[in-house]
């Protein structure tokens, strides 16, 4: 059976069967919160049999939703107005300062699994809720909107928020959010871009990681601070069928265009 396993920090399985809820184009799959690793286990819909997973996990766990106005002290937006003249014409354009980030494709060649993230993205849950939900959020209906629509699936990635290279700043993505410690001369710049063209411009840069399980560190993974991450392991079948005609994925285009590269120019071939 082709699944999405999940990194854990521990091989043990729970004794009992869990619940399963759905995620997008998969079901999520969620036991009791006995276990340290931070860890969800996914697969296809169409497949009946059980598996299992390690830790209950609450990312979906989301009350209270409100909003408002960006306040100035903001350390990771701001926005501005951008005033100029083309052709004698005077024109302003309306932009957000942010963050240079990194993404990293990482692929387990142990397993031949490609990792990912998993996540609950605000922007993606405004952007859904926002025609009903009011000018400060207070007539979301949770039970129409729960907070699993908005949960993507997207590549390690980070922000440049500290005084040191991209690359050492994939580094330490890579072992704090899915708990890979790979030393810089392992980790490829792939290509940079310019993210989010029409409100902030900002550089990111592609990077490729090749993991065993021998790099794995079973204290670390599943973000820092207060972060809620679960790291997925994805089969180069499921990958292929990610991009495939007619997806409906909730996953930034970088998501999509990392698998695109791996599977042209690194994934194994498929024997004839």
């Not at 036991?31 to 609450?58: D, G, H």
């Not at 993991?211 to 670390?220: E, L």
Request: proline share 7%; charged share 20%; aromatic share 8%.
């Amino acid at each position: 059976m082709s699944i999405l396993k999940t990194l854990t920090q521990t091989r043990a399985l729970h004794s009992r069967p869990p619940t399963p809820v759905l995620f997008g184009a998969v079901v999520v799959v969620v036991s009791p919160p006995n276990r340290p690793a931070a860890a969800v286990s996914c697969f296809l819909r169409q497949q009946k049999t059980p598996i299992w997973t390690i830790q209950k996990r609450t990312m979906n766990n989301i009350t209270n939703i409100r909003y408002g106005p960006l306040p100035r002290d903001s350390p990771y937006v701001k926005p501005f107005r951008f005033h100029y003249t083309q052709n004698g014409k005077e024109k302003s354009w309306d932009l957000l300062k942010v963050h240079d980030s990194v993404s990293i494709i990482i692929f387990n060649v142990t397993r031949q699994r490609l990792v990912f993230v998993r996540q609950f993205r605000p922007a993606v849950y405004y952007n859904l809720v926002s025609a009903e939900a009011g000018d400060d959020g207070s007539k979301i209906d949770m039970q129409k909107y729960p907070p699993s629509i908005a949960v993507t699936l997207e590549l390690c990635a980070g922000i440049v928020d500290k005084p040191i290279s991209m690359v050492e700043i994939a580094r330490e993505e890579v072992l704090e959010e899915c708990g890979y410690n790979v030393p810089i001369e392992r980790i490829e710049e792939v290509v940079s871009y310019r993210a989010g063209v029409g409100t902030s411009g900002a550089l990111q840069v592609l990077f490729y990681a090749e993991v065993t399980d021998a790099d794995r560190v079973p204290s670390a993974g599943g973000g820092v601070d207060d972060e809620m991450i679960d790291v997925v392991e994805c089969s180069l079948d499921e990958a292929r069928k990610m991009t495939s005609k007619g997806s409906n994925m909730t996953s930034p285009p970088s998501f999509l265009f990392g698998v695109l590269w791996f599977l042209t120019n690194r994934a194994p071939k498929i024997e004839a």
